[in-house]
């Protein structure tokens, strides 16, 4: 499919720099098929059934923008996908001032090494010490926060906070899964009483999330690849919620992209663990998903082309449209959407 199909215009003032507080009070655009209603996240338990599950991602972001000197040089480096113990793969600004072998010192004495460079231009970075590594980037790096934030105001101590979600344990990921931003202790509360479930599963989520479609056609793009697990008792849970005639409703595209990557063709989901790289574009066919819930995602992005084809691009298209009249936040921080497709269940 042509990439401009998936285009629209977004007003700058409708990106969302920080977000609602409490976190469970931004808006909510429920989408069935043709049926669009504002709500609040606050009414998702309503919105669900009793014997549903909601799956969420607990990745956990770490400050993976770092900002260091090659020589005079200044060499910006965004860290998205971990190589081994102590080495990452890395976008770099400024790459041109950086040859393989050069020495890249850092903020905390920390420093690391250029050790080889991959074709679409990403450094593998070695870092140096006895420390662990996870203690080296502490110390060194700030929240990665998306570009369309951190190119209109600086990272600050509240993004530590407001950039992870309740369910964040598994260290590792470069952007947060923002969909699981909105969740409170009130919220899970709720949904614990009216009867819907929850499980989680890891997907370190990569600064690819974030890269433009450059190419012409959907066919011609290459998707980076990320790290998912899904434990075995976690996909037999999963796999008796739908047996039983509830839904599983990913929280997130990260979620969803783990649980279709790890689904046979008649809709089991397997124990899972490894990279996936799954780009989903209309006239895929989902296998492991009855919904999403999903914040309000770029033009042209990868993002917007799998939620069309979810739901229909006509329909998205529309979706979006109502959205930005109705001042709805993009991104992020911003505000919230529950997609319920009609899938004969």
């Known amino acids: 499919m042509r990439v401009d199909l998936f285009d629209f215009d977004l007003p700058p003032d409708r990106i969302a720099l920080r977000p609602a507080r409490p976190r469970d009070s931004a808006k909510l655009l429920l989408v069935e098929e043709s049926c669009i209603s504002d709500r609040q996240v606050l009414d998702l338990p309503k919105l669900l059934r009793p014997g549903d599950v909601l799956v969420f991602n607990d990745t956990k972001v770490i400050p993976a923008q770092l900002e260091g000197r090659r020589g005079q040089a200044r060499v910006g480096i965004t860290l998205h996908k971990r190589e081994g113990p102590r080495s990452w793969w890395a976008f770099v600004r400024n790459a041109r001032r950086l040859r393989i072998g050069d020495r890249i010192e850092f903020e905390g004495d920390v420093s690391a090494s250029?050790?080889?460079?991959?074709?679409?231009?990403?450094?593998?970075?070695?870092?140096?010490?006895?420390?662990?590594?996870?203690?080296?980037?502490?110390?060194?790096?700030?929240?990665?926060?998306?570009?369309?934030?951190?190119?209109?105001?600086?990272?600050?101590?509240?993004?530590?906070?407001?950039?992870?979600?309740?369910?964040?344990?598994?260290?590792?990921?470069?952007?947060?899964?923002?969909?699981?931003?909105?969740?409170?202790q009130r919220l899970l509360d709720t949904l614990d009483a009216h009867g819907i479930g929850r499980e989680t599963l890891t997907l370190h989520v990569g600064a690819g999330t974030f890269l433009p479609v450059k190419v012409e056609e959907t066919g011609d793009h290459r998707m980076h690849s990320e790290w998912g697990r899904i434990d075995p008792e976690t996909a037999d849970r999963l796999n008796r919620t739908r047996s039983a005639g509830g839904r599983l409703i990913a929280v997130g595209t990260t979620s969803l992209r783990?649980?279709?990557?790890?689904?046979?063709?008649?809709?089991?989901?397997?124990?899972?663990?490894?990279?996936?790289?799954?780009?989903?574009?209309?006239?895929?066919r989902f296998r492991a998903v009855d919904g999403l819930m999903t914040n309000f995602h770029l033009p042209r992005s990868t993002l917007f082309?799998?939620?069309?084809?979810?739901?229909?691009?006509?329909?998205?298209?529309?979706?979006?449209?109502?959205?930005?009249?109705?001042?709805?936040?993009?991104?992020?921080?911003?505000?919230?959407?529950?997609?319920?497709?009609e899938r004969g269940r």
Do not use: C, N, W
């Not at 450094?123 to 209109?152: C, N, T």
């Open 114 to 184: 250029a050790v080889e460079r991959a074709d679409d231009g990403s450094f593998l970075i070695q870092l140096h010490g006895d420390e662990p590594a996870e203690v080296l980037i502490e110390r060194a790096g700030r929240m990665p926060l998306p570009p369309y934030i951190a190119s209109r105001r600086p990272t600050d101590e509240a993004d530590r906070q407001d950039y992870q979600t309740v369910f964040a344990r598994e260290e590792g990921a470069v952007a947060a899964p923002t969909a699981a931003l909105h969740f409170t």
């Open 258 to 284: 783990l649980l279709e990557s790890a689904a046979d063709e008649e809709g089991g989901i397997h124990a899972f663990e490894g990279d996936t790289d799954i780009f989903i574009t209309p006239g895929y």
């Open 305 to 341: 082309m799998l939620v069309s084809a979810l739901m229909g691009l006509d329909v998205m298209k529309s979706a979006y449209a109502h959205a930005i009249e109705e001042g709805y936040r993009f991104y992020s921080y911003g505000d919230s959407s529950l997609l319920l497709p």
